[in-house]
């Protein structure tokens, strides 16, 4: 049996460290040039919600995707930085509203990630894309997800639990979710409409979403008068079937834009959101209570709060 010399092992122990060093430095360097392409708000947020709950929080990674497709055009996927070895997480893909660009909502990635869910936030082929449009969009996004996740050098592949997609959007990229909720069925276990506006511009509601029985979440402002709720959130929460679970989250204060990086109240937006995630696409019973007790300090933040499960 070979035994190395003292003088030996202390080059070996020394590569090793230096090895270690060099993959640490990488490792650091990566994390740093992805820190400063968002915004702390986004991992602050995230950090704050995961102590509430007693959530992990993971380091976040930026993966700029080349979706070429016909529906969207630019996508960039914030992920959690996990161990080989660890389960696929949940996703969910946001789609912006009406002449808004991903860069708008980019809070949402490191808030989300940072609790372990990837989240792609694309950019219309136009900012001024009609209601269809984003409706098609949020289908192929998700449609897109699957193929990145069974891509070969993509850094997600098989990273994402495919069976755990959720959609978002805000406005009429919101409105939008909901219809493309209604399409995708169980392919999708949650749909959050942020402020959403209702239809084409200009039309109003006459339909309904009897057949929507995707897990909902529509967040609303009381001051909003670009989609005023009661011709936009409240009369789309009311008219979705009574057996599907759903919550209708009325903020007492805030302007149409509040979902975006410039929100007033993005710590309550991004707590409901997470729980309402992992609620439905984990199945953590626990975070029901979110809903069924809210709590004072943050039941006071809303003028109209509903559940039911």
Known sequence: MFVASANTQNLLKAAISLLLLAVCSLTQ??????????????????TAVGREFREQVYEVRIHDAQPGVAEF???????????SFAPPYGAVVLVPGYRATQSNYDWWGPAL????????????????????????AHIAAVEFLHA??????????????????AIMGHSLGGGAALAAAVELGDRIKAVIPLLPYCCELGQS???????????TLIFASAEDTVAAPAQ????????????????????????HNMASNSGEELMAM????????????????????SFTNPGDNWAEKFSTFEYQP
Do not use: C
């Open 29 to 46: 360097t990566a994390l740093a040039q992805d820190e400063t392409r968002y915004r702390p708000q986004g991992r602050e947020i995230g």
């Open 73 to 83: 055009a630019q996508a960039t996927i914030f992920y959690p930085l996990t161990l």
């Open 113 to 136: 990630a940072s609790l372990g869910l990837a989240v792609m936030i694309i950019d219309t082929n136009q900012p001024d894309d009609a209601f269809e449009a984003r409706k098609q």
């Open 148 to 165: 990145e996740n069974a891509k070969a050098d993509s850094p997600i592949k098989g990273r994402i639990d495919t069976s755990k997609i």
């Open 205 to 215: 509601f006459t339909g309904n979403y009897s057949n929507l029985t995707v897990p």
């Open 232 to 255: 936009h959130a409240r009369a789309l929460y009311d008219s979705i079937a009574p057996g599907t679970p759903r919550v209708y989250a009325e903020f007492a204060k805030g302007d």
């Open 270 to 289: 991004g707590r409901f959101t997470l729980a309402w995630l992992k609620l439905n696409l984990d199945g953590k019973a626990n975070f029901a209570e």
